[in-house]
């Protein structure tokens, strides 16, 4: 069974910065390109930034320049360096693979004054 854990989520000012990490299951980890998605109020889940198996990144124009992905294979786990955040960055975070499976609880970000 896939299990993600995301975290590391929480309340931040405009222009702060947060680290999500991801704890993935060795099955899913090691074999797919994972990725961090976004579920704003009302709004679609949208995919954020993405990591192929070999460290190759992509990133929403909405976020490029202040976000960096980044993954630790001995660790299974992803991380999500957010930067400059800005009050439309406030969602629910996920982390999954491409395609995506299961999905986990996601870990909350507000970005508030």
């Known amino acids: 069974q896939v299990q993600l854990v995301e975290s590391g989520g929480g309340l931040v000012q405009p222009g702060g910065s947060l680290r999500l990490s991801c704890a993935a299951s060795?099955?899913?980890?090691?074999?797919?390109?994972m990725a961090w998605y976004r579920q704003a109020p009302g709004k679609q889940r949208e995919l954020v930034a993405s990591i192929g198996d070999f460290g190759s990144t992509n990133y929403a124009d909405s976020v490029k320049g202040r976000f960096t992905i980044s993954r630790d294979n001995a660790k299974n786990t992803m991380y999500l360096q957010m930067n400059s955040l800005k009050p439309e960055d406030t969602a629910v975070y996920y982390c999954n693979a491409i395609p995506p499976a299961e999905w986990g609880q996601g870990t909350q970000v507000t970005v508030s004054s």
């Open positions: 060795r099955s899913i980890f090691t074999i797919h390109a």
